[in-house]
């Protein structure tokens, strides 16, 4: 769909696209090794009709293939052209900065970016030695589940709320103590900003020194109007701090 919407429109310079490799799409493909990486950008190329990609990125790291290996294949895209930048997803501290220091070591092109599974719930995975690292190395970061699969949107309070959407049941989770007193201070600081939890709840992401951007999914062209309104959204340091200890 992507693809096609290109081709008929003729904007893919004024758009910025951005995939993964890595994940498993079936048992033979998988993995970071060179050979799965260079045939599945050709497949990603295609499928999207376009003759590069601007961010291509790990989806998860590949212990069983050598990072010289990985990093070299995408130096490879790179220099083709095939590909401007690379990033990293769901990496450990650890394995990111062994990444980083592979690149510098053989000139190869760096991690510019981490993906991380980060929000006003899950904070524990992110906070601390990664957020550091990408701060200290200066990498975008790029939250994905910013919203908590909706949860932060105030949609879902009860076990009752759980039928409104296919995620519901993942969505159980999040129905405790902890959870509940997130939602009561989305919807205090919401109240103050004439805003929806939602938007706070991205804006608060933004405030976070870390962040450059949280990925936020829409199901409707008004729904994209009111999750772009977070971006517009400046929290003072009472509320990001409200929002701190309710989550903490």
């Known amino acids: 769909m992507i693809g096609n919407w290109l081709k008929r429109s003729g904007k ?4 910025v696209i951005a995939t993964k490799v890595g994940m498993e799409m079936a048992p033979e493909r998988k993995g970071l090794s060179k050979a799965y990486i260079l045939s599945e950008v050709e497949t990603s190329l295609k499928r999207l009709q376009t003759d590069w990609i601007d961010l291509y990125q790990s989806h998860t790291d590949d212990p069983g293939t050598p990072l010289e290996e990985t990093l070299g294949a ?3 895209l790179v220099k083709q052209g095939k590909v401007r930048a690379i990033g990293a997803s769901n990496f450990t501290v650890d394995r990111l900065a062994d990444a980083l220091r592979t690149s ?5 092109p760096r991690y510019e970016s981490l993906q991380p599974h980060y929000n006003l719930y ?9 957020e550091r690292l990408c701060q200290e190395k200066r990498l975008g970061v790029i939250t994905y589940f910013s919203l908590a699969s909706g949860f932060l949107t105030g ?3 009860s076990e009752n709320d759980l039928s409104k959407s296919q995620r519901g ?3 159980k989770k999040y129905l405790n103590k902890r959870g509940f007193r997130i939602l009561a201070a989305l919807d205090e600081v919401a109240f103050r900003y004439r805003a929806n939890p939602a938007q706070v709840a991205l804006a608060w992401l933004i405030a976070q020194p870390a962040v450059t951007a949280p990925i936020a999914s829409a199901t409707s062209i008004a729904q994209l109007g009111e999750l772009i309104a977070a971006t517009r959204l ?3 340091g009472e509320a ?4 701190n200890r309710a989550s903490a």
């Open 74 to 76: 995408f130096a490879q």
């Open 12 to 15: 893919r310079t004024e758009v």
């Open 104 to 108: 510098e070591k053989l000139n190869y």
């Open 169 to 171: 049941q993942g969505i």
């Open 155 to 157: 949609k879902y309070r």
């Open 122 to 130: 899950e904070r524990v995975g992110f906070e601390g030695n990664l």
């Open 240 to 243: 990001v701090d409200r929002l």
């Open 234 to 236: 400046r929290l003072d």
